[in-house]
């Protein structure tokens, strides 16, 4: 089994920035890549950012430039640096992880609860 645990979300002014973190525990030796998304009210879920384990990265086209994902493998731990955030940017953040398993050939998706950013103008 594993389990997300984000952290790092909160109120901050608009061109300010935020570091979100997001902790993955249990087995997590086949991640395949982890990645960020969010949805704001009466929006749809987008992605955000992800990373393979590879290290390649996307980013959707709002945050190419602002936002940078990244991993720590040793701590099992996806990171989303953002800055110069923006009104619009205000969402609840979840953090994602996709594995792959060889013994039930298929994919796992595993979801954190979410975090709240909120910036304001």
């Known amino acids: 089994q594993v389990q997300l645990v984000e952290s790092g979300g909160g109120l901050v002014q608009a061109g300010g920035s935020l570091r979100l973190s997001c902790a993955a525990s249990?087995?997590?030796?086949?991640?395949?890549?982890m990645g960020w998304y969010r949805q704001a009210p009466g929006k749809q879920r987008e992605m955000v950012a992800t990373?393979?384990?590879?290290?390649?990265?996307n980013y959707a086209d709002s945050v190419r430039g602002r936002f940078t994902i990244s991993r720590d493998n040793a701590k099992n731990t996806v990171y989303l640096e953002m800055n110069s955030l923006k009104p619009e940017d205000t969402a609840v953040y979840y953090c994602?992880?996709?594995?792959?398993?060889?013994?039930?050939?298929?994919?796992?998706?595993?979801w954190g609860q979410g975090t709240q950013v909120t910036v304001s103008s």
């Open positions: 994602n992880i996709l594995i792959y398993s060889g013994s039930f050939g298929r994919f796992f998706d595993y």
């Open positions: 249990g087995s997590t030796f086949g991640g395949n890549a």
């Open positions: 990373v393979s384990n590879g290290g390649s990265t």
